[in-house]
C-alpha cells in the first residue's frame, strides 16, 4: 500500500475514532485514523485486514492510502497527541455522497431499484460483515454511503470495529455463527431492495463468496510483510486473523445462515 505524505488537515470529526479529514501528497482529501488516545494501532490493523479482505471479495470500498503526519501540516497546539513521522490509514472522501440509514428514502419501484449501480453488493457486504465479525454496521449505523451519480453505488466504510469488536480485541475466536444477526439486510432499506432481487441471485453471490474462500489465504499470510512496522502486528494475532477467516467450520455455519435467511437451505 502506498504511502502518502499530509499537506494539510482540514478538519477532525467528533466521533468515537477521531478521523481527520486532509488533504495528502496526490492532492487527494483522505479521512485519516492515526494512531491517537481513541484509536490504538489495533484499530488501524484491523482498517488495513478489511480493505485487504473486501477488495479480495468485491465489495466496493473506498481507495485507501497509508499517511505519513508531515511536519507543518497541521498546527501541534490543535492535535497534541499526533506525532510527526506517525503513519495512518487513510480512506479517500467519496464525494457526492449520502450517508445511509434508517431514515434513508426506501426503494418504492423498480426504476428506483434500477437507479442502484450494485444492489447486489448490499448482500456481498452483509455476507463479509458476518465473515469479519463487524460490530459496528447495523440497523442503528449502516456505516454505508450511497454516491451519487449517473448511478448511484452504495460504498462500504469504516472497518475497525471487525473481529467481534473493543470488547474482544486481540482475544477473538473461532466459532460458529447461527444467524446473520443484526444486519442491513434485516432493515427496511434491505429488506426494500431485496424484494427486487430474484432468488437465484442470492444463490450466485453466496456461491462467487465461497469460490473466492480458498484464494485469501496467501494474502492473509503477506499481511505481517505489508503493515507499517510500527503498527506492531504481533505473530499472535496475524495468526488469530488468518484462522479466524479461514475457518471451515464457521464458515459452513455463515453459509447456513444466509441459506435459511435467503429461504433456500
Known amino acids: 500500500m502506498e504511502i ?13 475514532s477521531w478521523p481527520i479529514l486532509l488533504l495528502a501528497s496526490d492532492f487527494s482529501r483522505y479521512w485519516t485514523k492515526f494512531p491517537s ?61 449520502d450517508a445511509l440509514s434508517q431514515h434513508s428514502a426506501l426503494i418504492r419501484s423498480k426504476h428506483d431499484f434500477n437507479c442502484i449501480q450494485n444492489p447486489l453488493d448490499l448482500i456481498r457486504i452483509a455476507i463479509f460483515d458476518l465473515h469479519m465479525a463487524n460490530t459496528d454496521r447495523s440497523d442503528a449505523n449502516f456505516n454505508l454511503l450511497l454516491k451519487r451519480g449517473s448511478g448511484d453505488q452504495i460504498i462500504a466504510i469504516d472497518h475497525a470495529q471487525i473481529f467481534k469488536g473493543p470488547n474482544y480485541k486481540n482475544d477473538f475466536k473461532a466459532v460458529p455463527e ?24 442470492f444463490k450466485a453471490v453466496l456461491q462467487d463468496y465461497e ?18 512496522e510500527e503498527w506492531a502486528l504481533s505473530p499472535e494475532l496475524h495468526q488469530r486473523i488468518s484462522e479466524f477467516l479461514l475457518n471451515e467450520e464457521r464458515w459452513d455455519s455463515i453459509a447456513r445462515a444466509f441459506r435459511r435467511f435467503f429461504g433456500f437451505l
Open 211 to 228: 469460490n473466492r474462500l480458498p484464494s485469501l489465504a496467501p494474502k492473509l499470510a503477506r499481511l505481517k510483510q505489508s503493515i507499517p
Open 37 to 97: 488516545p481513541r484509536t490504538d494501532t489495533i484499530d488501524l490493523i484491523y482498517e488495513y485486514t478489511a480493505k485487504i479482505v473486501g477488495d479480495h471479495f468485491g465489495l466496493p470500498i473506498p481507495p485507501v492510502a497509508l499517511i505519513k503526519a508531515e511536519a507543518g501540516s497541521f498546527r501541534e497546539r490543535d492535535y497534541p497527541w499526533l506525532k510527526v513521522g506517525s503513519l495512518g490509514f487513510g480512506s479517500q472522501e467519496v464525494l457526492q455522497n
Open 4 to 16: 502518502r505524505s499530509s499537506l494539510q488537515l482540514i478538519e477532525k470529526r467528533a466521533t468515537h
Open 178 to 201: 447461527t444467524s446473520i444477526g443484526n444486519s442491513v439486510l434485516r432493515t427496511n432499506y434491505g429488506h426494500s431492495i431485496l424484494k427486487y432481487i430474484d432468488q437465484s441471485y
